[in-house]
């Protein structure tokens, strides 16, 4: 057998039969998806009076802008909706299907043209079914917007049919048929505006514990880093290393076992929560099987990346013991294990793209929805990136070893 693999066996062997590891990268992450799963199963599957809904003008004149205006000016409105306006229709449609947005409202592109030419024209108000009470406001609030509108214009209309007939009479300046000032004709016309209201179909929906299958999957898989980092750093203390190293065996074959049985630890620990979660909790990851095994296994690599580079910046089992939860659990955080990562503050999302366990669990909870591999390939390279940049970093460090 190669020296390789050779390395990569010892090191699996070791960690197979490491309790205290096993209790971390196996009992903990399922104890955790069943408790997290069970107790918060109901959050997410009501309705919320704060909610997430979107606007896409598509119109070109001036009366769309003038309803975005209203709907998002208003202080009664705000303090029930959080409102985006947003320019992708499709984007935003995608989002409602997803469940991420409770409801959407899509001003269609020629909305003043229609006005104008008294053209019946409808705004496209889309639900998610699963929120019916905070979509429907929504829908009521856009229903209201628009009689309000329609009220506004019918006015318009009467004042100038007012002034028309007086003036085919020859009524004097001053008189009912005068001109209307400026003031008096309103500055919003509607006339025949309906809203059209379309439940969105939601292919599929991502129970609590499903969620925290693909969270907790995310997160734990990076302790197989930290694990092998443990190894790294103890045979370093105790001179197998050096003995190791003394052997016809070069660095780079030392260090691809060192890392190869961090790929076989995770490999396996993926299989058995992925078993687990699916006989124990009926956690459904999708019919796309070698999509969650690819995702999983670009997340083992990242492990891997992850324990060279804990390996290189501590020196001790302790230094790392304090270096390697600092990184996996701002990863985590990131990455949405602790909680949807669309809810962190917008001055964390740029960072969201530096984490591993974000394009995981993206990729986990996409598959799970029925997403194709093709969907899931751009997180699958990201994972791969960043895994080799952590190797290739660790690397670079240990050079000097």
């Not at 006015?155 to 028309?164: D, R, V």
């Not at 960043?386 to 050079?399: D, K, P, Q, T």
Request: hydrophobic share 55%; charged share 15%.
């Amino acid at each position: 057998m190669s020296p390789l693999f050779t390395i990569a066996a010892k090191d699996t062997k070791i960690m197979v039969r490491d309790r205290a590891a096993l209790l971390v990268m196996l009992a903990m992450p399922l104890g955790l998806i069943f408790i997290l799963g069970s107790a918060l199963g109901n959050i997410g599957e009501g309705d919320s009076l704060d909610t997430k809904v979107a606007i896409v003008n598509l119109d070109e004149g001036d009366t769309g802008a003038r309803f975005v205006e209203g709907l998002t000016s208003s202080e009664d409105i705000d303090a029930v909706f959080n409102i985006s306006v947003r320019e992708d229709a499709e984007a935003v449609r995608t989002e409602v299907e997803r469940g991420d947005l409770t409801a959407a409202l899509i001003v269609p592109a020629d909305l003043t043209e229609k006005v104008l030419a008294d053209e019946p024209v409808a705004l496209e108000v889309l639900q998610d079914p699963g929120s019916q009470m905070s979509a429907g406001i929504w829908a009521g609030v856009v229903r209201a917007g628009v009689a309000n509108a329609s009220a506004q214009i019918i006015a318009a209309h009467t004042l100038q049919e007012t002034f028309a007939g007086g003036a085919a009479q020859g009524a004097p300046s001053g008189t009912v048929g005068s001109p209307p000032s400026a003031q008096q004709i309103p500055e919003l016309a509607f006339d025949a505006v309906t809203v059209r209201e379309v439940e969105v179909e939601i292919e599929k929906q991502v129970s609590m514990i499903s969620y925290y299958a693909a969270a907790m999957s995310g997160m734990f898989l990076l302790f197989g880093g930290m694990f092998g980092a443990f190894s790294f750093v103890r045979e370093r203390r105790e001179q197998t290393l050096a003995r190791m190293m003394s052997t016809p065996s070069g660095k780079v074959t030392i260090v691809g076992g060192k890392a190869l049985g961090v790929l076989l630890i995770g490999a396996l620990q993926f299989i058995v929560l992925y078993l687990g979660t699916r006989l124990l909790f009926q956690v459904d990851w999708g019919t796309n099987v070698l999509g969650v095994v690819l995702v999983g296994f670009a997340e083992t690599i990242a492990a891997a990346g992850l324990a060279m580079t804990l390996a290189a910046l501590g020196r001790s089992e302790r230094a790392i013991g304090g270096i390697a939860p600092a990184f996996i659990m701002l990863f985590a955080a990131l990455g949405g294990s602790m909680i949807p990562a669309e809810q962190l503050p917008e001055w964390l999302l740029p960072a969201q793209v530096l984490s591993p366990v974000y394009w995981t669990v993206d990729a986990f909870l996409d598959l799970m929805r029925g997403a194709t591999l093709a969907a899931v390939a751009p997180n699958i390279a990201a994972v791969l990136a960043i895994g080799l940049v952590l190797f290739w970093f660790g690397v670079w460090r240990l050079r000097y070893e």
